[in-house]
């Protein structure tokens, strides 16, 4: 997407809140512990209303995701 439009990734690389986290990842592959638990935080919630909203075994494809994506960020290094 930089590529597409270098314009707006120097928009976005010089922000005061997003900058920061997006050289990280570029430069070190690193997530924050925060951006850590966002995600996990939002894939619950995903799980939950899946749960909730959906039958038994198509309820089960968000969790699966959640377990292979979690298990990748929770692995990549800290800030």
């Given at each position: 997407f930089a590529r597409?439009?270098?314009?707006?990734?120097?928009?976005?690389?010089?922000?005061?809140?997003?900058?920061?986290?997006?050289?990280?990842?570029?430069?070190?592959?690193?997530?924050?512990r925060r951006g850590?638990?966002?995600a996990t935080t939002a894939f619950g919630?995903?799980?939950a209303i899946s749960f909730a909203a959906m039958a038994m075994p198509l309820s089960l494809i968000p969790l699966g995701v959640a377990v292979i994506c979690l298990s990748w960020i929770w692995r990549k290094p800290e800030i």
């Open positions: 597409s439009s270098p314009a707006l990734e120097a928009r976005l690389m010089n922000h005061p809140a997003f900058g920061h986290h997006i050289v990280a990842w570029r430069e070190k592959g690193v997530v924050s850590k638990w966002s919630v995903s799980i």
